[in-house]
């Protein structure tokens, strides 16, 4: 009887854990759909959201997969031909992104950590107005 009830405890809680990742699976695969049919148009604001959304749902479920995700926001944002002046303060918040992700979830390792920090110098580089040397946000 005991073992039963501890099969069944067991098996219960693995499936309550699973469902969170169950629904953020069907959250990025519709993201990842959106993104699909996204057109460019006079915004890319619509665009980079999506990327970031993504980024954070895989949060959830894989922490190399949201990097990977951010990342490709930070190159989407570089390679678009639109002018915006909201571009560097975009890839500013991507970049802190990363540091959080890497230096405080989970238990970070030594390497991650350095990352992070690089990140966080990043951000305030892309960030800071190069005419008075302050924080551009």
Known sequence: MKKTFLLLFLFGGLMLRSEPQ???RRVIDSLKVELTTAELGDSLLPI???YRQIGRA???VHNDSAIAWYQGQVRFLKETDLQSEKI???IGSVYLDLSYLLGFIGYPTEIQVEHSLAYADSAYAVLKAPEEGELAI
């Open 22 to 24: 169950i629904d953020s």
């Open 88 to 90: 560097d303060s975009l």
């Open 48 to 50: 980079s959201k999506l």
């Open 58 to 60: 895989y949060e959830v």
